[in-house]
Nanobody, 123 residues
Framework: QVQLVESGGGLVQTGGSLRLSCAAS????????MGWFRQAPGKEREFVAL???????NYADSVKGRFTISRDNANNTVYVQMNSLTPEDTAVYYC?????????????????WGQGTQVTVSS
């Protein structure tokens, strides 16, 4: 079992930055694909970014060039640095862990989820 706890959300103005953290416990996440997703009110959960155990990374087009995902396996933590935020980035952000090396950008690929952290970007 993997438990995930997100932190770092909050209220920020357009153009601002936030750094979200996802602390894992229960077992090492070093072999897991770690992903970030977000869900805005009335919308489906959408892929933001993922990082594989080997370090390869994928981003959603909507965040490419603005968000940076990273992982610290020694501290069992995953981060996403979010810059140049806009109101369209407002959502609850979720961290997820997938055990298969084929885990991708589909939420159902992930077996473990955090409770989410709210990010609100004001205009």
């Amino acid at each position: 079992q993997v438990q995930l706890v997100e932190s770092g959300g909050g209220l920020v103005q357009t153009g601002g930055s936030l750094r979200l953290s996802c602390a894992a416990s229960g077992r090492s996440i070093s072999t897991y694909v770690m992903g970030w997703f977000r869900q805005a009110p009335g919308k489906e959960r959408e892929f933001v970014a993922l990082i594989r155990s080997g370090g390869s990374i994928n981003y959603a087009d909507s965040v490419k060039g603005r968000f940076t995902i990273s992982r610290d396996n020694a501290n069992n933590t995953v981060y996403v640095q979010m810059n140049s935020l806009t109101p369209e980035d407002t959502a609850v952000y979720y961290c997820a862990a997938g055990s298969s090396p084929y885990t991708g950008w589909v939420p159902s690929h992930y077996g473990y989820w955090g409770q989410g952290t709210q990010v609100t970007v004001s205009s």
